[in-house]
């Protein structure tokens, strides 16, 4: 009788203790995986934001690339990518921090700081030479990417 008391606590005992191992395994899998998982998410975050500012100021070319239609002219202290369209301009430029978007009259006198914010970025620097519009941009992730868009509007293109 007593033999079985001491087999029935080892039991217990022994169950328990493969119990805790297993927890200690699971607890290691998750919080390693929840590891890998912030990681490929700051990853994505920063690839996101880079993509996406080069991807806005492509788009934003390739809309207005017509005989005319696209030209790099200071603004403020800085060059502004311009988009010219029946009597309005659209001016797209860096600020303070940030990649701003500015659309008014062409006559229209406006300051950079009247411009509405598209996105965080640290720096913008644009050039147009023979009709290759040269796009170096560092978004706020400090990561440094150049884009080259050839207009098709070819002449038409304004440096």
């Not at 699971?26 to 991807?55: E, H, K, N, P």
Request: net charge negative; hydrophobic share 40%; glycine share 10%.
């Amino acid at each position: 009788m007593k033999r079985r008391g001491i087999q029935h606590h080892l039991d217990g005992l022994l169950a328990l203790v493969l119990f805790g191992i297993f927890a200690v395994c699971v607890l290691s899998v998750l919080l390693t995986g929840a590891r890998a998982y912030r990681r490929l998410t700051d990853r994505d975050q920063a690839s996101y934001s880079r993509r996406t500012c080069a991807q806005y100021i492509a788009t934003r070319v390739r809309q207005a690339d017509c005989l005319g239609g696209v030209s790099v002219e200071p603004f403020g202290d800085t060059n502004a990518l311009t988009f010219t369209e029946d009597g309005f301009v659209t001016r797209v430029y860096w600020h303070e921090g940030y990649l701003m978007e500015l659309y008014a009259g062409e006559d229209a006198e406006l300051a950079p700081e009247d411009g509405e914010r598209i996105m965080e970025a640290e720096s913008l620097s644009l050039s147009v030479r023979r009709g290759l519009l040269t796009v170096d941009l560092t978004g706020d992730s400090g990561r440094p990417d150049r884009l080259f868009l050839y207009l098709r509007s070819g002449r038409g293109a304004v440096s």
